[in-house]
């Protein structure tokens, strides 16, 4: 571990990151699945289902069954890899069924952990001459590391990796799949194919790539597909600016809810979805200012 990092609380957690609770602690209120031990009327009735039932849970309470089993699993499994490393077991348990924590040095002092390490650098000097088991049964092997004079090889992503990590961003996808869509409604409104149209299906095509590895929220997806269509619709519906005003709502909301993003992920930026709507407010406003001067404009035959 490096210093000034700490490890533990691998307690299990549910999606939407509410954990279970640690055994010996109350449960989350609201959470289903749970007894509800923070209403004193409810705690009643379930100890009174407990001595009705002869068990330890009121009936029909599949969740805190469902619940154990979880962290029964994965405190067995914490345990059997840290004895299997030689690590500290007990410790392992803990940090699922407890969510214990600890400092580097804390690790490293009750056997978490072997060593501390800074950099590279110090890392490679103090795993020299250490000993590691490869494999397991009949096929484990010791082998001594040596890497006191080992070269350091430095592997980055070449120019194709990086364009596709670039397109998997969510600010990237968001704006392909606009400018994507503008791209096409221009080239409908002129005859034959041009630059735009193709421009316009190659950037929807991209973002199309970034939103299938993203986590996508179809409600946000629908809403920004809803913002286009009004943005269509007032060309051809007289609503003095209530499908271009709806639109601009369901396109900043949409966009700020495309991307369901777990921890650890990144969402769709205010900052480029606020400049999208400034952008569209005007284009529409700038079309729909054409469409008033034709319209008021005095017939010169007939």
């Given at each position: ?116 390490a800074a950099d590279l650098d110090e890392l490679l000097e103090k795993l020299d001459g250490r000993q590691v ?170």
């Amino acid at each position: 571990m490096a210093p000034g990092t700490r490890i533990g609380a691998a307690h299990p957690v549910r999606i939407g990151g509410l954990p279970f609770s640690p055994p010996g602690q109350p449960d989350i209120p609201g959470i289903e699945g749970q007894s509800d031990r923070q209403d004193p009327s409810k705690a009643e009735e379930n100890e009174q289902g407990k001595e009705k039932s002869g068990r330890g849970e009121p009936p029909g309470s599949s969740g805190s069954a469902v619940e154990a089993k979880l962290v029964n699993d994965t405190v067995a499994w914490a345990k059997a890899l840290a004895q299997r490393h030689g690590r500290n077991a007990q410790w392992a348990a803990k940090a699922v069924s407890e969510s214990a924590t600890l400092t580097a040095e804390e690790a490293v002092a009750q056997g978490v952990v072997d060593l501390l390490a800074a950099d590279l650098d110090e890392l490679l000097e103090k795993l020299d001459g250490r000993q590691v088991t490869i494999g397991q049964g009949s096929a484990a092997a010791e082998r001594t590391l040596r890497t006191q004079d080992a070269v350091v090889r430095e592997v980055s992503m070449w120019w194709g990796e990086r364009v596709l990590a670039i397109l998997s961003q969510p600010n990237v996808a968001f704006l392909l799949l606009i400018f994507g869509f503008y791209g096409i409604l221009f080239e409908l409104h002129s005859p034959g194919w041009g630059v735009s149209g193709t421009l316009g299906l190659i950037c929807l095509l991209l973002s199309f790539f970034g939103l299938a590895v993203l986590p996508v929220d179809y409600l946000g997806l629908a809403l920004i597909l809803t913002a286009l269509g009004l943005f269509v619709a007032e060309a051809f519906v007289t609503s003095f600016g209530a499908l271009t005003v709806a639109g601009l709502v369901c396109l900043v909301l949409g966009g700020l809810m495309l991307v369901d993003s777990p921890a650890g992920f990144s969402r769709v930026s205010l900052a480029a979805v606020l400049p999208v709507a400034a952008a569209t407010a005007v284009i529409v406003v700038f079309l729909m200012a054409g469409v008033v001067r034709v319209h008021l404009r005095r017939a010169r035959t007939g």
